[in-house]
C-alpha cells in the first residue's frame, strides 16, 4: 500500500484516481466488472476528447508512474477519438470497467488544454466528467497541452452548440416560413390518427416549425443540425421516419431527438418493438440543436438500406396534455446527405 500512495503522490491528482491506479497495479483491487453502456456526462462547458487506457496496459502503467508518462499518452494518441459535448452526455460502449478516460476540456480560442485522467468505476451507469479531473503538477498548476501537440479528428462537425462548423454546409431543407399546412397527426387516448390543423393545441409552439434542417455523413457517425422558429421546450421532438422505399407502408425505423433538455440522447425505434435503442447524442440551445448518429451504435441492418431508393419523413412533435401531435415537413432521400 506504500508503494501505492508514493505513486499517486507522483501525481498531485484533485481526486484519489491515482490512487486506485496504484492499488490496482498491486493486486489490491477486485477484477473489473463488465459492462454494455455507459452515460458520459460532461459537467463543464468545454468539449472534452478522450482516448481509453487499459488498466492492464503499458500506457497505463507510463500515466501512473509520472505527469511526463500522461503526456505521452496524449501526444502518442494517432487521435482522440471520443468526445463529450459542453454540458452534454455521451453515451459509450465498453467492453469492461476497468478503464481510464485520458483527455483534455477543449475551449475554442484557448492556447493550451487542460489534461485530464477519467477512471472508470466497476459497475458505475454514469460517469461524471468536470475540471475536478484535471491533473496538477507539485505547485498545483493545471497540466496542459497546446493544441498542435494533440490530434481532434477530422469529423466535418463538432458538437458544441456554436454551429459554426455547419456555415459551409448547404440545407436539406428551408423553409425561411413556416409552413402554413403541413400534415397533421394526432395521438390522444388509444388512437392515432391524421387530423385538421385546426385541432392542434401545439403547432407554432415549442420549436414544433422547423427553420433549417442540415445533415452531414462523417467517418464515425452522422450528424443533424435543426433550427426552429419558435423558441424550442420541454415535450419538442423531432422524428426522421426511415423507409427503405416507396413500397414500404410503415416506417422500420424511427430516428427521435427529444430535444426539451439542453442535451441528451438520440433514440431508434425499431418496428415491432417497444423500446428504443441509444444510437448517439444532441445539444440543445433556444431556438437550434445538433445530434449525431454513431455507426458503432446503429443496428448493423441499417447499413444495408439502398441508399438510392431510401428516405426519410422529417416531423417535429409535441407532447403534453394527454396528447402527442407531429407535424410532417418534407421527405428527404439518403442520397442527398452529403458523404452517404
Known sequence: MKRAVLIADKLHMKHPICLMAAVLLTGAAAAAAQTDMLTLQNEEEAAFFFTVVRRDG????????????????????VELEYMVPPRGVSPQRFSASDRYLVGVFVEPGSTAYPAAAVALPPGAGTVFISRDQI?????????????????????????DN???DWEPILPLVRFARPLSQPRFVLEE????QPAV????????????????????A??????????????????????LFGYRNRDDRQALYTVEVPVGEPSGPV????????????????????????????????????FDVPVNSAFVEVATGYSGAGRHEEFYHARIYLSSIEGI
Open 197 to 216: 390543423l385546426s385541432r392542434s393545441q401545439f403547432w407554432g409552439r415549442g420549436g414544433t416549425e422547423l427553420d433549417t434542417l442540415k445533415a452531414i
Open 162 to 164: 456554436r454551429y459554426v
Open 135 to 159: 491533473m496538477t503538477d507539485a505547485a498545483g498548476r493545471e497540466l496542459r497541452v497546446r493544441p498542435w501537440s494533440v490530434s481532434l479528428g477530422d469529423e466535418p462537425v463538432l458538437l
Open 218 to 239: 462523417g467517418d464515425r457517425a452522422v450528424y443533424l443540425m435543426a433550427s426552429t422558429h419558435s423558441r424550442i421546450a420541454p415535450g419538442m421532438s423531432l422524428f
Open 58 to 77: 503499458e500506457q497505463y502503467q507510463r500515466m501512473t508512474e509520472s505527469l511526463a508518462g500522461v503526456l505521452e499518452v496524449l501526444r502518442d494518441a
Open 189 to 192: 387516448g388509444a388512437g392515432r
Open 267 to 302: 433514440l431508434l425505434w425499431v418496428a415491432g418493438s417497444d423500446q428504443p435503442k441509444v444510437v448517439g447524442r444532441y445539444v440543445s440551445d433556444a431556438f437550434m440543436f445538433e445530434a449525431d448518429l454513431r455507426y458503432d451504435l446503429l443496428p448493423s441492418a441499417l
